[in-house]
């Protein structure tokens, strides 16, 4: 429970300066690069990570609702909407590309119809 806990206090962190970096990006009128998908990516499994914990932490109460539990029974509520947030926002394979490619400067995944707008692509009947 300790390493959890330890785990969880280290990702909030990186969470805080990875934030800071983009903040530092939006004021001096860049957009934000990489290290928004990289944020992104950090948050969600930080989510998932932290949320089981407090589960853990709770024991078999976790498993119930209601407001007389801890926190009002919001630990339970935030571990069943993780896993929503690695796909709201751009899936976190999607994230990954954009990681790997403007990070990494891995090749673009190849598309043959990258420049075909939408109306005019092919329709599987």
Do not use: C
Not at 32 to 52: C, D, N, R
Not at 61 to 89: C, E, N, V, Y
């Amino acid at each position: 429970m300790r390493h959890d806990l330890v785990d969880a206090h280290i990702r909030q962190k990186v969470l805080r300066f990875l934030r800071y970096r983009t903040l530092t990006a939006i004021s001096q009128g860049t957009r934000p690069g990489a290290e928004a998908s990289i944020m992104k990516l950090a948050y969600a499994q930080h989510l998932s990570a932290l949320t089981a914990t407090a589960l853990s932490v709770q024991g078999p109460t976790a498993t119930l609702d209601g407001p007389h539990l801890p926190a009002q029974g919001m630990w339970s509520k935030r571990f069943l909407h993780s896993p929503s947030i690695h796909i709201a926002g751009g899936s976190d394979e999607i994230q990954r590309n954009i990681v790997g490619e403007q990070v990494l400067g891995l090749p673009h995944e190849p598309s043959v119809d990258r420049d075909v707008p939408f109306r005019d692509l092919a329709r599987g009947r």
